[in-house]
Nanobody, 124 residues
C-alpha cells in the first residue's frame, strides 16, 4: 500500500516558522514530482508548491512565494516545506502528494497519491 506521511504541523504565532516533512518509500518517491497542497475550512484544496524529480524545477502559489521553500532529499525519500513569515491566512490542513509526472504540477487531478494531512494553525 502506497503511503505518504506528513509531519511537522502545529500551532505558531504570526511571523513564525514551521517545517513540514513528507516521508514515503523509495518506490513511491522515485521518478515523480511531488507537491504540497492545503485546505482551509469551507474552502477547496489549493496548490501551494511543487518540485520536480531531480529538484531542478519548483513552482509556488503566488500567496507563498518568497516565504515558503519546497525541497526534497531523494536519498531519504522525503520532501520538505519550509514555511517562514507565517500568516493567519496560512492556517489549513497541509497535504503532500505524488504527481503522475516528473515535472511540477499545479492541478490536483495530476496527483495520484495523497497523505493524510497535517494541521497548521497560525495565530494572530
Amino acid at each position: 500500500q502506497v503511503q505518504l506521511v506528513e509531519s511537522g504541523g502545529g500551532l505558531v504565532q504570526a511571523g513564525g516558522s514551521l517545517r513540514l516533512s513528507c516521508a514515503t518509500s523509495a518506490f513511491t518517491f522515485s521518478n515523480r514530482a511531488m507537491g504540497w497542497f492545503r485546505q482551509a475550512p469551507g474552502k477547496e484544496r489549493e496548490f501551494v508548491a511543487a518540485i520536480s524529480w531531480i529538484s531542478s524545477t519548483t513552482n509556488y502559489a503566488d500567496s507563498v512565494k518568497g516565504r515558503f521553500t519546497i525541497s526534497r532529499d531523494n536519498a531519504k525519500n522525503t520532501m520538505y516545506l519550509q514555511m517562514n513569515s507565517l500568516k493567519p491566512e496560512d492556517t489549513a490542513v497541509y497535504y503532500c502528494a505524488r504527481s503522475r509526472f516528473q515535472t511540477p504540477q499545479i492541478e490536483t487531478r495530476n496527483y495520484d497519491t495523497w497523505g493524510q494531512g497535517t494541521q497548521v494553525t497560525v495565530s494572530s
